[in-house]
């Protein structure tokens, strides 16, 4: 269907069988619907595609984070979600920030206990960074 005119001469059965044009029991005028609604969750969603190329995928996230931040606030009932892998890895890195400062504070307690000394296990503890930072930099 190329015109309003084909649409108004589509052909509508009615009770008794009988072939009525569109044109006389509806009016069509043109106007714009939407052609796809997406789902996620049973939720319509509106999706934003973002391709990195070149870039680590954590200060992607950031630049989409702080690109988020600086939109007006949404309409009442709408929510902004970010999907895809910067969760995951927004997740892993909170987890492994955990595990490292576990793994601090159990080395200390140890080493508390092996000492029998709080403030010479605080030392220890305190000289980790520099070291590790004195490594990287000669072996990088």
Do not use: H
């Not at 006389?24 to 052609?35: H, M, S, W």
């Amino acid at each position: 269907m190329n015109s309003i005119e084909s649409v108004e001469n589509i052909p509508i059965l009615n009770r008794n069988d009988q072939s009525v044009l569109l044109r006389n029991i509806a009016q069509a005028k043109e106007g714009t619907a939407v052609g796809q609604y997406q789902r996620y969750n049973m939720q319509r969603t509106i999706t934003v595609t973002a391709n990195i190329a070149g870039a680590d995928l954590g200060s992607m996230g950031k630049l989409v984070a702080q690109a988020i931040k600086e939109l007006d606030n949404p309409p009442t009932g709408t929510t902004v979600a970010v999907r895809g892998q910067v969760v995951p890895l927004q997740e892993m890195i909170g987890g492994l920030q955990t595990g490292l400062l576990l793994a601090v504070v159990v080395i200390f307690l140890l080493l508390a206990a092996n000492f029998q000394s709080v403030q010479l296990s605080l030392t220890v503890v305190a000289t980790a960074p520099a070291v590790v930072a004195a490594w990287c930099w000669r072996s990088g």
